[in-house]
């Protein structure tokens, strides 16, 4: 069997170096950014703004690996920006009346999580598209932080609370980082180790393959936007914590990061198809983009256009590579 | 290649040749160094094992895929295409072995689709023009469907009809048909046969795929074999047999097609009593450990239908079910697998498979449950059960970590049986189990479900090809438009009181 005459690129055949390509290309950007960013600014690889990166990154982090679950299944979730201002007006209300952190933050966090999972039932009990459901429940979310929080945004003055989102451990590696890499950890055994990861892989896939194959298709379903509420709450804590403040009117917009880092990081709109790695580095080079422009002195305008440009870029990539199916 | 055996003709009667072609997909070469070429107004059929290339190379005609070496020609002329479109212009149509509908066109929108009526030389859609012509060509091919209802509402088999009427009104010189019929019954065989003498008479060139021999023989002029992606012979079809062409295919020597080895019957082991439902009505019926139990009849006449409604995909109006004679109730397939009740459903792209995900997930999504108890995927165990799995079938594939997508799609199906050979059930429903399924690998399944019968399994076959459930079954049962018509027995399929005529004649309604 020769196959002299194929064409060869850096010593692999072309389905090869498409597949190779397609698993991989996304880490030679996120390196190639790091070493344009190290080159043309001095300040870039020091301790200090690395740090700076992943803490700034970690929110969005978080996110994105509640909306990578969200995407994969077959869905979307637009809810997750207005989940952190119901989070913080609710950590406001409860830390207010009780003083009591771990309180303040579980409740927040069952909150959203509770959002989630309405989202779910909507979407796998009647059948709705999640774009839409979201879409609305986005609306909803957001009008009862206004409500609960009386429309008012307030301090916390809470210097012990506060420290979640500021505090470093050993002086050094800030918590945010800490607490996305342990649910990176999570989402990744989840996502990739368990049934319930096996089975949002077959629902967004294929659902009628799922059913056929005995896969509860609505509790997957369901499942993909609870986990989704529930870092969305996490995050809402770290938000909350980093500003100290109960803010009602927080967190617009913040979906759009995280489903582009999901994008960027290889997985499909179409679904089943997304890796957590993959998203980790999604999620590293968004945040490369607005430290790196932030070094280089670009304005925060010219920032959201390459992010809108790099997602566009991002899936042609993908569709150009996939041209085949 | 020695055993090429080209039968000499004059290359100007080709219509179409291929000289040299490959393909490789990473590691896998598709077609290696391939030579074939098909002579003018003819039907030529194109054999070959699973795997062998067959449909890749009809796809680097029609542009779908770009060969990596060689040339073709198309009337004497080198020919290179960029895609279906530019084919069908070129004179060139091709009838997909995996079907593709847009389930929210209509019949007629999907029949005219990228060749749409306008009304003058506007960009509007000139409906009325397009339902016309669709009604007339329906009519044509007398097949009995409302041009205005949408392609998600129809059955396999009648996509796989309008796929077939609309490559044929391409008005295409040539005419590439992948195994057209793997999902047709025997009427609807027999229509399309009757389209492509129609065709041939209008001097019309045909290359036909398929596993099933006795189509070959009976349609065929000439063929060509291909085995691993190698060309390894042609010739007239008037001029060899089907062992030969086997043998041919398979490279070694083969026969019998149908081993069915008789194993002691047990007791009931599922029974089903006045089933109704979308479909079908008042069907009762009861299989035996050890059993395999046919269910026969023409595409349409609720066999599928009540199988899917035993398994909880639809929903029962009336009835009831009873394991090893308790009544059960099957809400989802969920819980008929939890009770022990597997169905390989007919629609494989639909319902089998997750394309784009590896063999290694597609096989062990249905055994998860069962096999895998831990919080934590096993993943070692995982990887050797689907590979063991997948041996047993000899799935051809690079690796069990390919997608289901880069699979031949007789392969494809292979992987459908293996999810369900691996969950070992009590009661197997098998709906078209070998669609797709080339000659040797079909009587190696069969050998599996005798096997299993002798294990006490109780099997349920639906299929559309008439010798593989005579050939297969304890007994046979015939519906007729939704309703059961009557019951054939292997002893009178053995001693001939029963045949292929006495069959079909109940499958149309008669006694
Ligand atoms: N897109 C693809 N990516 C990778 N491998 C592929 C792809 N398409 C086909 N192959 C491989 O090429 C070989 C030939 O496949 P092909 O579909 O042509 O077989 P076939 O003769 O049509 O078989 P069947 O009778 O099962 O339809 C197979 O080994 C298959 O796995
Ligand atoms: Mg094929």
């Known amino acids: 069997m020769e196959k002299s005459q ?13 597949l190779f390509m397609k698993r ?123 409500v609960i929080s009386g429309g008012y945004s307030f301090a916390l003055a809470n210097p012990k609370f506060s420290q979640i989102g500021l505090g470093k451990l050993f002086g050094v590696i800030p918590y945010p980082i800490l607490i996305l890499l342990g649910i990176a950890v999570i989402s990744y055994l989840l996502l990739h180790w368990t049934k319930f990861g096996r089975y949002i892989y077959a629902v967004g896939g294929n659902i009628n393959a799922a059913t056929a194959s005995g896969v509860n298709v609505f509790w997957t379903r369901v499942g993909s936007f609870v986990i989704s509420g529930l870092f969305a709450g996490v995050a809402g804590i770290i938000m909350t914590a980093r500003i100290n403040a109960a803010q009602p009117n927080i967190g617009i917009g913040y979906e759009t990061d995280a489903i582009a880092a999901c994008v960027i990081g290889g997985t499909s709109f179409a679904g089943g198809i997304s890796t957590i790695p ?21 304005s925060s305008y010219w920032q959201t256009i390459s992010k809108g440009l790099l997602i566009i870029g991002a899936v042609m990539l993908d569709s150009f590579i996939n041209k085949k199916r | 290649m020695n055993e090429q055996e080209n039968f000499q003709q004059d290359p100007q009667e080709y219509i179409l040749e291929c000289r040299g072609v490959s393909k490789f997909f990473g590691g896998t070469h598709a077609l290696e160094d391939v030579d074939f070429h098909v002579n003018k107004g003819q039907v030529h059929a194109l054999v070959g094992e699973n795997g062998a290339g067959k449909s890749t190379l009809m796809k680097i005609i029609i542009g779908l895929y770009k060969q990596d070496k060689g040339e073709v020609f198309f009337e004497g002329k080198p020919y290179t295409v960029n895609g279906p479109a530019e084919a069908i212009k070129a004179g060139i149509s091709m009838i997909h072995q995996e079907l593709n509908p847009e389930p929210y066109l209509s019949v007629a929108e999907s029949i005219f689709l990228k060749r749409e009526d306008t009304i003058g030389k506007s960009f509007l859609l ?24 949408l392609m ?104 019998n097609i149908f081993p069915k080895e008789e194993v002691e019957i047990g007791d009931v082991a599922f029974r089903v009593e006045g089933l109704s439902g979308k479909g079908f009505q008042d069907i009762s019926f009861e299989v035996r450990h050890g059993e395999i139990l046919g269910l026969s009849g023409l595409v349409g006449s609720g066999r599928s239908e009540t199988m899917r409604a035993i398994f909880g995909m639809d929903p029962l109006t009336n009835g009831k079910i009873y394991l090893d004679e308790k009544e059960i109730s099957i809400k989802n397939p969920r819980e008929a697998i939890s009770k022990g009740i597997a169905m390989i459903n007919e629609d494989r792209k639909n319902y089998g498979l997750c394309l784009f995900r590896s063999l290694r997930e597609n096989i062990s999504l249905p055994n998860l449950e069962s096999r895998q108890p831990g919080l934590l995927i096993d993943q070692t165990r995982e990887k050797k059960e689907c590979l063991d799995a997948s041996t047993k079938l000899r799935v051809k594939t690079a690796s069990i970590e390919a997608d289901a997508f880069s699979l031949s799609g007789g392969n494809q199906q292979k992987i459908v049986l293996s999810k369900w050979i691996m969950a070992e059930p009590r009661v197997l429903i098998m709906d078209e189990p070998t669609r797709g399924i080339d000659v040797g690998a079909k009587a190696e399944i069969h050998a599996l479900m005798c096997k299993f019968a002798s294990e006490g399994m109780a099997i349920i076959l639906v299929s559309s090809e008439l010798p593989e459930v005579m050939g297969m079954s304890d007994r046979i049962l015939i519906y007729h438009e939704g309703k059961l018509n009557g019951e054939v027995s292997r002893k009178e399929i053995l001693d001939g009181t029963a045949n292929q005529e006495t069959i079909l004649a109940k499958e149309f309604g008669g006694k």
Request: charged residues 15%; glycine residues 8%.
């Open chain 1, 6 to 18: 194929e064409k060869k690129i850096l010593g692999m055949n072309q389905h090869d170096f498409s």
């Open chain 1, 278 to 298: 993959g998203t980790m580095v999604g999620i590293i080079i968004i945040g490369l983009i607005y430290n790196g422009m932030n070094l280089i002195g670009i």
């Open chain 1, 24 to 146: 991989y290309g996304i880490v030679f950007v996120m390196i190639g950014m790091f070493v344009i960013l190290s080159v043309s600014s001095t300040k870039f690889l020091k301790m200090n703004n690395i740090l700076n990166v992943l803490s700034t990154v970690a929110l969005n982090g978080i996110l994105a690996m509640g909306m990578v679950f969200v995407i994969t299944a077959g869905g979307i979730d637009l809810s997750i920006g207005s989940l952190l201002a119901l989070a913080s007006t609710t950590i406001g209300i409860v830390l207010q009346a009780t003083g009591n952190i771990p309180l303040s933050c579980i409740v927040a966090v069952a909150v959203c999580t509770f959002f989630g999972l309405l989202n779910g039932l909507l979407v796998a009990k009647f059948n709705m598209f999640p774009f839409v459901v979201t879409l609305a429940s986005q609306l909803v979310i957001r009008g009862l932080g206004y």
């Open chain 2, 126 to 149: 000139n409906k009325k023009e397009t339902n016309r012509k669709a009604a007339e060509l329906l009519k044509q091919f007398n097949f009995d469907i409302d041009p205005k209802v």
């Open chain 2, 152 to 255: 998600e509402e129809l059955t396999l088999a009648q996509s796989q009809m309008i796929e077939i009427i609309k490559a044929v009104s391409c008005n295409a010189r040539l005419v590439i048909m992948d195994e057209p019929t793997s999902s047709l019954d025997s009427e609807e065989t027999d229509r399309l046969f009757r389209t492509i003498r129609n065709l041939k008479e209008h001097g019309v060139t045909i290359i036909y795929i398929s596993h099933r021999m006795e189509e070959i023989f009976e349609i065929c002029d000439s063929y060509s074999v291909f085995r691993d992606g190698h060309f390894v012979g042609t010739g007239k079809v008037s001029e060899v047999t089907t062992n030969k062409l086997i043998s041919m295919m398979v490279g070694r020597k083969f026969d």
